[in-house]
Antibody
Framework: EAQLVQSGAEVKKAGEPLKISCWGS????????IAWVRQTPGTGLQWLGL????????KYSPSFRGHITISVDRANSSAYLQWTSLQASDSGIYYC???????????????WGQGTTVTVSS | DIVMTQSPDSLAVSLGETVTINCRSS????????????LAWYQQKPGLPPKLLIY???TRQSGVPDRFSGSGSGTNFTLTISSLQAEDVAVYYC????????FGQGTKLEI
């Protein structure tokens, strides 16, 4: 069974660094883009960026570029999202999700991790 | 950015009824070269991640009951749930993936 399993909840202080992970199993991890999505009560669901495990191609949302770093370890079927200096506004639930491709066309996000709750205190 | 606007924000429903949720995009999300609308619908229940229901505006994801259907093109889209079941109570989101990815604000179904 295909699944994405994320690292556990984090409680941090503003200014601290953080790296969260997303491990894929049950499918060919390298062959699908992985997206990171944040959910907060105030801003809803927001796309942060994408990574393609085959060649580590990364695309960032302009809203988050420069504040986050996305990476991938193809050998360990894992994708990562990291911050060098957290802000209180980074609090939220972070999901990784697989981009589905049908007939070689993008067709939504079909597999989601369980979410990682990040709480940043100021 | 393409802005996705859903209506209504919330909806009181009764079991067995037909529910309609609307989604409007600020720009056209139909790619004319392949006639594909780059729009998806998701269902999210408390404590769980979103679940893909519909993609390309009207193609049902494998395993999704046929009481869920999607329609529309260009900038206006609709998710219809026929014969509403108790397990359908959730928040529903539309998402465009024509240019990057943006989600609607969500529509909450309540009994």
């Amino acid at each position: 069974e295909a699944q994405l399993v994320q690292s556990g909840a984090e409680v941090k202080k503003a200014g601290e660094p953080l790296k969260i992970s997303c491990w894929g199993s049950g499918y060919k991890f390298a062959k699908s883009w992985i997206a990171w999505v944040r959910q907060t009560p105030g801003t809803g669901l927001q796309w942060l960026g994408l990574v393609y495990p085959v060649d580590s191609d990364i695309k960032y949302s302009p809203s988050f570029r420069g504040h986050i770093t996305i990476s991938v370890d193809r050998a360990n079927s894992s994708a990562y999202l990291q911050w060098t200096s957290l802000q209180a506004s980074d609090s939220g639930i972070y999901y990784c999700a697989r981009l589905q491709s049908a007939a070689r066309l993008p067709s939504g996000m079909d597999l989601w991790g369980q979410g990682t709750t990040v709480t940043v205190s100021s | 950015d393409i802005v996705m606007t859903q209506s209504p924000d919330s909806l009181a429903v009764s079991l067995g009824e037909t529910v309609t949720i609307n989604c409007r995009s600020s720009q056209n999300i139909l790619l004319s070269s392949n006639n594909v609308n780059y729009l998806a619908w998701y269902q999210q229940k408390p404590g769980l991640p979103p679940k893909l229901l519909i993609y390309w505006a009207s193609t049902r994801q494998s395993g999704v009951p046929d009481r869920f259907s999607g329609s529309g093109s260009g900038t206006n889209f609709t998710l219809t749930i026929s014969s509403l079941q108790a397990e359908d109570v959730a928040v529903y989101y539309c998402q465009q993936f024509y240019t990057s990815y943006t989600f609607g604000q969500g529509t909450k179904l309540e009994i």
